[in-house]
């Protein structure tokens, strides 16, 4: 894939349940965004292994905290601390999860975006192929 220029953008990645401690996977999600020119990664200080849930890999979605505070404002407030533009995750239960923090928190101007929304965003268009250029190629 080709990827255009992101305007500059600092992105905060939340590493899934899923996608990380299950199968051990943390860079992959990393490559994918460091190969969008502009986007500058930023870490939570728990990150990778060491990462927090955000809740919904537990089943949190569908419970009520009564007592401290939400894991997934916990999570949210996480992602806050790094100042970014966006919150990148990569599954759908982070998305309602960080969603629901962000609202909580009233941080309006911070974007919440699925991995897959970032590359598709910054898709470079490629011209469809000329029949001269088809000619050109027999």
């Not at 305007?7 to 299950?22: E, F, M, N, P, Q």
């Not at 460091?34 to 949190?60: H, S, T, Y």
């Amino acid at each position: 894939l080709k990827l255009k220029p992101a305007a500059l953008t600092k992105v905060t990645y939340h590493d899934s349940c899923y996608i990380g401690r299950w199968r051990d996977s943390y860079g992959g999600p990393r490559e994918i965004l460091n190969a969008v020119p502009g986007i500058q990664v930023q870490e939570m200080d728990l990150n990778k292994r060491q990462a927090f849930c955000c809740g919904a890999g537990g089943g949190r979605m569908w419970m009520e905290e009564h007592e401290g505070k939400r894991i997934n404002i916990e999570r949210t407030d996480q992602a806050l601390a790094t100042n970014p533009d966006t919150i990148a995750v990569a599954c759908p239960f982070c998305m309602t999860m960080f969603d629901d923090g962000l609202s909580h928190r009233g941080a309006e101007g911070v974007l919440l975006k699925d991995l897959a929304e970032i590359v598709a965003e910054n898709l470079a268009t490629i011209p469809a192929e000329t029949e001269s250029d088809a000619a050109a190629a027999e």
